[in-house]
């Protein structure tokens, strides 16, 4: 029961990066968003929403392998996963709250960054755990690219 409750929780924690990101989302993206000049690469607004569902699924059940494991720096290791997820959710607040293109172009550098130091711990722990954090890695190399173009259409 123990570690159902675990797995619930760990989803759960990694969901709401999600719901927190919506709070400053929702107003913006049927408006400023919408006007913003966009690289022809950009996903249809649809396909967001999903693919951040069930990134965050994957971080839950990362998360949750990490904190099950037997031996590790368990304690280290869900410290960065801590400072990514806030830095996660910071993002949301810079580019759809703040309408920062530029400032969240900057810190999603630093997420990078960060999510690489979470593949690194996670694998000192649990290399499955580390490994389903890869999508979420890739995703938000695609994200640098199509916030950087953000940035630089809409720069006057």
């Known amino acids: 029961m123990v570690k159902i409750l675990r797995l619930i929780f760990a989803i759960v924690i990694c969901q709401a990066a999600g719901w927190i990101g919506a709070l400053f989302t929702a107003s913006s993206v ?3 968003y919408r006007a ?3 690289p022809f690469f950009t996903p249809p607004a649809a396909v967001f929403g999903p693919v951040w569902t069930l990134l965050f699924l994957l971080m ?3 998360l949750y392998w ?3 494991a037997a031996a590790g720096p368990k304690k280290k290791s869900m410290i ?3 400072f990514q997820w806030i830095l996660n959710v910071f993002w949301s607040i810079l580019f759809f709250g703040l309408r920062r293109p530029g400032l969240a172009l900057l810190e999603i550098l630093v997420l990078w960054v960060a999510i690489l130091a979470t593949l690194h711990a996670f694998s000192q722990v649990s290399k499955r755990a580390a490994f389903i954090l890869i999508p979420y890695f890739l995703w938000v190399t695609f994200a640098i690219f199509l916030n ?3 940035f630089f259409l ?3």
């Open 148 to 150: 950087a173009g953000i």
């Open 154 to 156: 809409n720069r006057s």
């Open 36 to 38: 913003l000049e966009k």
């Open 66 to 68: 990490v904190w099950q």
């Open 60 to 62: 839950g059940i990362s």
């Open 80 to 82: 960065v996963f801590g």
């Open 30 to 32: 049927k408006t400023w």
